[in-house]
């Protein structure tokens, strides 16, 4: 356990669904990111929050949304997605900006989109 | 911006072998480095981080990395490696003092034969 837990575990969706994606970290930390990873590929960035403001978006498609109502809490959205869309959605978090900090992962939401 | 290479995509040892994954960057500043690790079905997790100071840097599991500024690596080691050690191995960079936003190499994967 890292103090980050995500939910669901796994979720497959129609292309057609609108679903969420939730994260929590019990760690007191003050940033929170969207990362996709999927095979053969690099760990892609989507979002990045800190202190509940999105200072990153890494040109998502607009299919994906998310939302920080608060440092603890992060939710991403999912509307009208593709079959390539498909991956391993991790969040992370870490202290703060203030750089150097390490990354705190969950342990990732697998998603396939039918 | 700052980018990552991790040159060994798939790496195949028996036990007992000794373990180089090899990391460089590209970035003329201050930076902070980090190798993570992700075991089959787990979450992402720090093995080792360099910030300042000695630049061989000792992390969990008998793994150490090194740290050669002037090479721009930060290759990770382990002198006997275990079958518990075949995992996925990701090293990130991010600027000092800057984005706290780490670049993800696109990992190495590594098996161990018992």
């Known amino acids: 356990e890292t103090g980050v837990t995500q939910t669901p575990r796994h979720l497959v969706m129609g292309m057609t669904n609108k679903k969420s994606l939730k994260c929590e970290q019990h760690l007191g930390h003050n940033a929170m990111y969207w990362y996709k990873q999927s095979a053969k590929k690099p760990l892609e960035l989507m979002f990045v929050?800190?202190?509940?403001?999105?200072?990153e978006n890494n040109s998502v498609p607009s299919r994906f949304s998310p939302e920080c109502p608060n440092s603890s809490h992060l939710f991403l959205h999912l509307h009208t997605l593709q079959p390539e869309d498909s991956a391993l959605y991790l969040c992370a978090s870490s202290q703060d900006e203030a750089g150097g900090y390490e990354q705190y992962f969950g342990p990732g939401t697998r998603l396939t989109v039918t | 911006a700052q980018s990552v290479s991790q040159h060994n995509h798939h790496v195949i040892l028996s036990e007992a072998a000794s373990l180089e994954l090899g990391c460089n960057y590209s970035?003329?500043?201050?930076?902070?480095l980090f190798w993570y690790v992700q075991y089959p079905g787990q979450h992402l997790q720090l093995l080792l981080k360099y910030f300042s100071g000695d630049p061989l840097v000792k992390g969990i599991k008998g793994f150490e990395a090194e740290f050669i500024k002037s090479k721009f690596s930060f290759n990770l080691r382990k002198p006997s490696v275990q079958w518990s050690d075949t995992a996925e191995y990701f090293c990130a960079v991010n600027a000092s003092g800057g984005s706290y936003i780490p670049t993800f190499g696109r990992g190495t994967s590594l098996i161990v034969h018992p």
């Open positions: 970035y003329g500043g201050t930076v902070n």
């Open positions: 929050y800190n202190f509940k403001e999105q200072t």
